[in-house]
């Protein structure tokens, strides 16, 4: 109990002094899942919204293979990227394993399904004249669709919301096609799992911290804009 307590005491000291190890570790980790939220974001809610508003051969199918691969395990698309950018796979010339690069299209990975399902799921809880109200009224695709994102904001935001507490926290992927490296592609996840290995618990404990308060942070940003301005009890 002891050892635990100072162990946090180090952790918050750590924090609050701005050690430059573990900030460095944070502003990686910050940088890489939100250039792929960034990334995926769009093509995602696109995809979502052409599996709500379109009908054509194989649509359920793809809708089973999204809702299947939220359940694929963060390890499990590391290895597959991982075998497709080593050196004797077929992307192997890029050179992109262990780069930030590689973290990021395996985090874009992870995500998508997410975006797409929470997507989807929101759109269909649209009520469909608001996109044909403005067809009607001669608005653009795009003038059409950004009316029906604005009808279902909150659950697109709920979407990105959920997905970007994913990738930010997941350890399997950004270890297998990042490598661990310090200053370059070490972020939250894999230095927790490094330090804790190597019984060095203040750092692990102080980026525990970090993810709580990001968490934290998420999800009252979202009971925030669904109470629109106001917590919602």
């Known amino acids: 109990m002891e050892s635990l307590l100072s162990a946090s005491g180090q952790a918050i000291h750590l924090l609050f002094m701005g050690d430059a190890e573990l900030w ?3 502003w990686i980790s910050f940088r890489v899942s939100s250039l792929a939220i960034l990334l995926a974001a769009l093509p995602a809610l696109l995809t979502a919204f052409l599996l709500s508003y379109s009908r054509f051969p194989g649509r359920r199918f793809l809708i089973s293979i999204f809702s ?4 694929v395990p963060a390890v499990v698309v590391g290895l597959t990227l991982y075998l497709l950018l080593s050196r004797h796979g077929p992307l192997g010339d890029l050179k ?3 780069t930030q690069t590689a973290m990021i299209l395996g985090q874009i990975a992870l995500c998508f399904p997410i975006l797409v399902a929470m997507g989807h799921v929101a759109f269909q809880s649209a009520d469909k004249r608001a996109w044909e109200t403005a067809r009607t009224l001669g608005a653009g695709p795009s003038r059409a669709l950004l009316t029906v994102m604005r009808e279902v904001r909150f659950g697109l935001l709920a979407a990105l919301l ?3 507490g994913r990738i930010i926290a997941e350890v399997g992927a950004s270890m297998m096609l990042g490598g661990n490296i310090l200053h370059y592609t070490r972020n939250i996840p894999t230095a927790i799992a490094l330090e804790t290995s190597k019984g060095e618990f203040a750092q692990g404990i102080a980026l525990g911290l970090v993810l709580l308060v990001l968490a934290f942070s998420l999800n009252a940003s979202l009971q925030y804009f ?3 301005g106001q917590f919602v009890s």
Do not use: E, H, R, V
């Open 24 to 26: 460095n570790i944070i």
């Open 68 to 71: 299947t691969l939220l359940s």
């Open 96 to 98: 992109l394993l262990f």
């Open 162 to 164: 959920a997905a970007y």
């Open 226 to 228: 669904q109470g629109k």
